[in-house]
Nanobody, 121 residues
Framework: QVQLVESGGGLVQAGGSLRLSCAASGRTFSSYAMGWFRQAPGKEREFVAAIGRSGGFTNYADSVKGRFTISRDNSKNTVYLQMNSLKPEDTAVYYC??????????????WGQGTQVTVSS
């Protein structure tokens, strides 16, 4: 029903910035909360950020709050994650998700394939 494709990952130095994009298919993009999760090697997938259906509400993991900004453009069926002041511990595969809000996170009813972010020290 919903297909998500991430882009924008890459290699940056600590302190640098990247902007991830997630393009969604279909005409029901605005029906979902959208968000980002990440998974580092040997670790569980963890919540990063989420944004409500109309973009009026945002939530962030404590580890990224103040550094990352999530936004969405429903006219373009796209959600973004602006990542500033990147740290080596931000290195992970970042996944876009569509779903509904939960306490401190969101459901992952649909997932993208992921994009690699590597932060060098």
């Amino acid at each position: 029903q919903v297909q998500l494709v991430e882009s924008g990952g890459g290699l940056v130095q600590a302190g640098g910035s990247l902007r991830l994009s997630c393009a969604a298919s279909g005409r029901t993009f605005s029906s979902y909360a959208m968000g980002w999760f990440r998974q580092a090697p040997g670790k569980e997938r963890e919540f990063v950020a989420a944004i409500g259906r109309s973009g009026g509400f945002t939530n962030y993991a404590d580890s990224v709050k103040g550094r990352f900004t999530i936004s969405r453009d429903n006219s373009k069926n796209t959600v973004y994650l602006q990542m500033n002041s990147l740290k080596p511990e931000d290195t992970a595969v970042y996944y876009c998700a569509a779903g509904v809000y939960l306490i401190g996170t969101m459901t992952g009813d649909y997932w993208g394939q992921g994009t690699q972010v590597t932060v060098s020290s």
